[in-house]
Each structure stands twice: as structure tokens, then as C-alpha cells.
Nanobody
Framework: QVQLVESGGGLVQPGGSLRLSCAAS????????MGWYRQAPRKQRELVAT???????NYADSVKGRFTISSDYAKNTVYLQMNSLKLEDTAMYYC?????????WGQGTQVTVSS
């Protein structure tokens, strides 16, 4: 059974940094792409960044140059390094993957950017 467990969220001041982690199990990690999404209150869930199984990354325009997605195959973990955080980055952040034609989501980790 595929499981995705996020961690690393918290409260940070504008301009600060956080690193989110998503530990994956129940699949062959090296064969799947991974993604980070976020959902702010009263807004739709939106794509933040993706990392393909071949190592190609893609970012939302709003986070380009500030966020970096990466993975550690030895730990079956994908990371989202978030720098220069802004108030508008406040949201619940979710990890996502597809495995055997099914879509999987983690439970989310809250990121709050506030002064």
C-alpha cells in the first residue's frame, strides 16, 4: 500500500526558509514522479513543483527561483526546499504521486508565513 508522509512544516517569518520532506513507501520510488501541491484557505489546490523519475523538475511561476524540489533515493524521500518565503506561501502542502494508475496524497503539512 502506497503511503506518503509529509513533515517539516511550521511557522516562519517572511524571508525565512523551510524544508519539507515526504517519505514514500509501498512503491518503487525510482520509477515514479513526485509532486508538491499546496492549498490555501478558500483557494483551490495548486501545483508547486514536480520531479520526474528521470530527474526533471518543474515549478509554478510563483515559486521559481525560491523553491527547489529534490529526492533521496536511498531514503525514498522527496524534499521541497523553500527559501525567501512570502506571506502568500502560507498553505497546507501536500505530496503526491501516481503508482499503477492510482493517485496518492499525503496528509499534508502546514506552512504559515507570518511576521
Amino acid at each position: 500500500q502506497v503511503q506518503l508522509v509529509e513533515s517539516g512544516g511550521g511557522l516562519v517569518q517572511p524571508g525565512g526558509s523551510l524544508r519539507l520532506s515526504c517519505a514514500a513507501s509501498g512503491m518503487i520510488f525510482s520509477l515514479v514522479g513526485m509532486g508538491w501541491y499546496r492549498q490555501a484557505p478558500r483557494k483551490q489546490r495548486e501545483l508547486v513543483a514536480t520531479l520526474s523519475s528521470s530527474g526533471m523538475s518543474n515549478y509554478a511561476d510563483s515559486v521559481k527561483g525560491r523553491f527547489t524540489i529534490s529526492s533521496d533515493y536511498a531514503k525514498n524521500t522527496v524534499y521541497l526546499q523553500m527559501n525567501s518565503l512570502k506571506l502568500e506561501d502560507t498553505a497546507m502542502y501536500y505530496c503526491n504521486t501516481q503508482w499503477r494508475m492510482a493517485d496518492y496524497w499525503g496528509q499534508g503539512t502546514q506552512v504559515t508565513v507570518s511576521s
